[in-house]
């Protein structure tokens, strides 16, 4: 059964490799990324029906947008996998700069809730989806343990 799969960071990575993955098995992807040049050349070498747009998921209008344009064009998703995130330089924490601390909060913890708030409410109407964050295969698992993971599951 072919499904509709949304993910978030699908310019390199692990996102590359599942949006590649999925659509290799015959399932739609509509993905994100920040960097334009990544998604116009995903969309360039997938076509339709998939989708991949420029968005900062730390940008809480720029994932409302995507999410709106996404459900009007599509059904809502059967998989929503968050996997968009940023990893600061080794260092212990009070070497970490400030700025680059945040951007990391902004993309890894409000990205995430972003992306759930903008597309939940029509998962719940379809009554059927499972949510994912992701991390990276490159983040050591003592920084993974704090990663999110949930499913929505039909009651």
């Not at 990544?38 to 994932?63: C, I, M, N, W």
Request: charged share 20%; aromatic share 6%.
């Amino acid at each position: 059964m072919k499904k509709l799969i949304v993910i978030t960071g699908v310019s390199r990575g692990l996102g590359l490799a599942m949006t590649e993955k999925i659509i290799e098995q015959g399932h739609t992807v509509c993905g994100c990324a920040r960097s334009t040049e990544a998604t116009q050349k995903l969309e360039r070498k997938f076509g339709t029906p998939h989708h991949f747009s420029s968005v900062d998921v730390a940008d809480e209008y720029q994932v409302k947008t995507w999410a709106e344009q996404l459900l009007n064009n599509y059904s809502s998703p059967d998989l929503l996998i968050n996997n968009a995130a940023l990893i600061n330089q080794p260092a212990p924490l009070w070497k970490v700069d400030s700025a680059e601390f945040s951007r990391l909060i902004d993309v890894n913890i409000k990205g995430v809730a972003n992306v759930i708030r903008s597309f939940v409410p029509a998962i719940i109407q379809k009554n059927s989806c499972n949510i994912h964050e992701g991390t990276s295969p490159q983040t050591p698992l003592r920084e993974r343990r704090g990663a999110l993971s949930m499913a929505l599951i039909p009651a």
